[in-house]
């Protein structure tokens, strides 16, 4: 009785020992951390089943780090240096790609751009897109019977459309609207600008903020995205709103994320880009980050995507030439703005 009291007692305390084991084992799981803004990860964005559908597949915890939006996730970075806890950052923008890129903070990702689907060749071996949009100004047609049909007429007519912008120091699209006029009008572009100015209602400093006031009806149109319609379809059956063609072509808005120097799980964020261009990753763009994906999932775009416009000519500004002329730009559209 004594043995078999004894192996008992062995055979329990090897029970509690896995049973007490079993929980940091569970802590021992990879965990990689991902700079991204804050509507990526909100409540409808796309962020939670993102997490989902990696975390089902890579035996590992994604943890979403939160910014306000593309510059402030780079200026976080730059801050953080090597020193920063980013594995990857998710949700930078072109205009910002060559000032990443001089950072020095990131690596190549590895992965093959020849299978994406936007309007321009990929060839960065460094940053990599996950969605793209072209900018578009976007108009309720119930209010607003003949919208302009291109950049130079909505610039020109001194009786046209009441607009909304962004202040291109802190939004993404306001500095995407600033080098659609500089392609379209070159060193003209400051004088479009005043001619311009007295039907901008207000520069905003973020997207937001800017279509909220254009749903509230204090403007006729606001700069937004060529796919803004198809969220009013998809979200809220409603088909008044739409996008302006514009003659001219449309600015390329692309969205990229990176891998850092400093992760310490290159391997698994290897593995999060490959995931990225997968259908699973993909599938969740349009309808939950509104937005065209960079890799068309084999299923295509949903029916909310049919009328979104497809401009004739992308417009965009070499990123090199953002970095180096951006704040010769603004300083110039502080001066032509505040006649």
């Known amino acids: 009785m004594t043995g078999l009291s004894g192996r008992a007692g062995l055979i329990a305390g090897m029970l509690a020992a896995l049973l007490l084991g079993a929980p940091a084992q569970a802590q021992e799981k990879p965990a990689l951390s991902v700079y991204t803004y804050s509507s990526f990860t909100g409540k409808y964005g796309p962020g ?12 590992c915890t994604l943890n979403w780090v939160a910014a306000d939006d593309a510059g402030s996730l780079l200026a976080r970075l730059k801050l953080e240096g ?79 459309p009441k607009l909304v912008l962004q202040d291109p120091r802190t939004s993404a699209p306001g500095l995407g609207f600033l080098l659609w ?52 379809l998809g979200a809220e059956k409603k088909t008044q709103y739409k996008a302006a063609p514009f003659a001219e072509g449309h600015y390329l808005h692309v969205e990229l994320a990176g891998m850092t120097r400093a992760t310490k799980q290159p391997e698994l964020a290897k593995r999060f880009l490959a995931f990225m261009l997968s259908d699973a990753f993909q599938s969740l763009i349009p309808e939950g980050n509104w937005m065209m994906p960079a890799k068309l999932p084999a ?41």
């Open 48 to 59: 939670a089943k993102v997490k989902a559908a990696f975390e089902a597949q890579c035996g």
């Open 181 to 232: 006029m500089r392609a379209v009008y070159g060193d003209e572009a400051d004088a479009a600008w005043a001619r311009l100015k007295p039907r901008i209602v207000t520069f905003t400093k973020g997207w937001s903020e800017a279509y909220g006031l254009f749903l509230k009806g204090e403007a006729d149109m606001v700069l937004s995205y060529a796919t803004s319609p198809a969220y009013h």
């Open 82 to 160: 090597e020193t920063t806890k980013a594995d990857l950052v998710l949700g930078l923008d072109m205009n910002l790609a060559a000032e990443a890129k001089a950072s020095g903070l990131f690596q190549a990702h590895g992965q093959d751009g020849a299978s994406l689907t936007l309007p321009t060749p990929w060839t960065d071996d460094t940053l990599l897109p996950f969605d793209w949009g072209h900018l578009a100004f976007v108009y309720d047609s119930t209010r607003l019977a003949t919208p302009p049909q291109s950049l130079k007429q909505l610039v020109d007519d001194p009786k046209g």
């Open 299 to 339: 299923a295509g775009l949903p029916a909310s995507f049919a009328g979104v416009i497809r401009p004739q000519k992308t417009l965009l500004v070499a990123p090199e030439t953002v970095r180096s002329q951006r704040r010769a730009f603004i300083d110039a559209w502080l001066a032509a703005t505040s006649r």
